[in-house]
């Protein structure tokens, strides 16, 4: 009964309206709530009430698929081990460079493409909202990802964008779409995770800090993404060894997911993952626990002359 108090009211909600038949489900289904409530703790009733909220709200995607992102450390952070089909994920940057085209433009776009890109594997397309004109079609090639499943839009306005993203997100002939977003209203972005719960494939936004904070959306998932030491430190030395790009993230929400969590990832110019997990700190830990004992295994003698 509780089950056909979710279905109704999941129906309610896409309709707009409630009969009468769906809110005889939805009281029963109360009352089973708060029977089951009975002997509960208050830990186990909001585990309990938020798995049903969750139930609600992902009642319109395709059940329990998810796509892996390629990448072992990023899937080993995330529920089920991948992105739910009909979902959306946040790229956050902060902190990074100064400089927007630099790395928010370039680089962060170039992390969102690489995780869209296993969406099309299945001859799906792939769309991505330029509002700002920085595509640049060579790179994206160079990253495997073949252009004729490529649609590439330029809205000249933020309505029109929104607009965009909505039609690309209900297509289900497309398996990813990836934009920047700067402003989001509430009704905007539950408009959005709507869509691509209808559409099926996955919505994959670019923001800046001040705005995820001002204007949350509806997401899944969310990483923060700072761009690695080697091009913000080494850009202004023209050092950047730019055939890579690396990405340390931290995963900020994910329900089920391993919150917290920390990675260090890379893209080569093949569009290749490059993995160098630091999850928890477990990997930096390691290597410095292995560091130091090679140094404790050379002579005295020897540790004497690399001190100089």
């Known amino acids: 009964m509780a089950n056909e108090a979710t279905e109704s009211m999941a129906a309610g909600r896409a309709t707009g309206h409630v ?69 959306m994920l946040e790229l956050v940057h902060g902190g990074m460079s100064h400089r927007r085209g630099l790395f928010c433009g370039m680089g962060l776009m170039g992390l969102g493409v690489r995780i869209a890109k296993e969406w099309i594997s299945d001859g799906s397309y792939m769309v991505i909202l330029d509002r700002d004109r920085q595509f640049y079609a060579p790179g994206v090639a160079a990253m495997g990802v073949p252009l004729e499943r490529l649609i590439v839009l330029q809205p000249s306005s933020e309505s029109d964008a929104i607009w965009g993203m909505d039609q690309a997100l209900r297509n289900s002939a497309v398996g990813a779409v990836v934009a920047w977003v700067h402003r989001l209203e509430d009704r905007v972005a539950r408009r959005l995770q709507l869509a ?80 160098e997990s630091r999850e928890s700190g477990a990997s930096h830990e390691q290597k410095s626990s292995l560091h130091l004992a090679a140094q404790l295994a050379q002579p005295a003698r020897s540790r004497r002359e690399m001190a100089g």
């Open 19 to 87: 009969t009468g038949r769906q809110a005889g489900h939805i009281a029963v289904g109360a009352l089973d709530g708060f029977v089951a409530g009975v002997g509960e703790t208050r830990q186990d009733q909001v585990s309990r009430l938020s798995r049903e909220i969750r139930a609600l709200e992902t009642a319109g995607r395709p059940g329990g698929v998810r796509v892996s992102s390629g990448s072992v450390g990023m899937d080993r952070c995330l529920p089920g081990g991948g992105y739910a089909k009909g979902s």
């Open 196 to 275: 691509t719960e209808h559409g099926g494939g996955v919505g994959v936004l670019l923001r800046d800090f001040h705005s995820s904070r001002t204007s949350p959306s509806w997401s899944d998932v969310q990483w923060r993404v700072r761009g690695s030491g080697n091009v913000a430190d080494h850009a202004s030395r023209g050092t950047v060894d730019w055939q890579k790009r690396w990405y340390d993230m931290e995963l900020t929400r994910a329900i089920g997911g391993r919150v917290g969590s920390r990675l260090r990832l890379g893209i080569d110019a093949s569009g290749d993952w490059i993995e």
